[in-house]
């Protein structure tokens, strides 16, 4: 439906910050709300925050609330996490996700997906 391509990952200290970015193409691409997603070894996919159509809505999951922001600019069909106050728990894959009109927060409901950044934060 629309390809997702994740940048911005690296390595920071804790209380750092980081924004990652996911480009989104498709002809449709527009449509869809995107979100963002984080899985560390041994762990469940874990629901971060999503963005509805326009940014004309938001969710955030409780231990990145405060924290991270999520936005997108429309023109560009581009997606951005902003990271702040990082902890080292945050440590992860972030992914990229998105699927069609709908905010939801599982990842099964997502269609189309990013290859990944490695987001690590250092003690």
């Known amino acids: 439906q629309v390809q997702l391509v994740e940048s911005g990952g690296g390595l920071v200290q804790a209380g750092g910050s980081l924004r990652l970015s996911c480009a989104a193409s498709?002809?449709?691409?527009?449509?869809?709300?995107m979100a963002w997603f984080r899985q560390a070894p041994g762990k469940e996919r874990e629901f971060v925050a999503a963005i509805g159509l326009s940014g004309g809505s938001a969710s955030y999951s409780d231990s990145v609330k405060g924290r991270f922001n999520i936005s997108r600019d429309n023109a560009k069909t581009t997606v951005y996490l902003q990271m702040g106050s990082l902890k080292p728990e945050d440590t992860a894959v972030y992914y990229c996700a998105a699927r069609f009109q709908i905010i939801v927060t599982q990842a099964g409901r997502y269609n189309s997906w990013g290859q990944g950044t490695q987001v690590t934060v250092s003690s």
């Open positions: 498709g002809r449709t691409s527009r449509s869809y709300v």
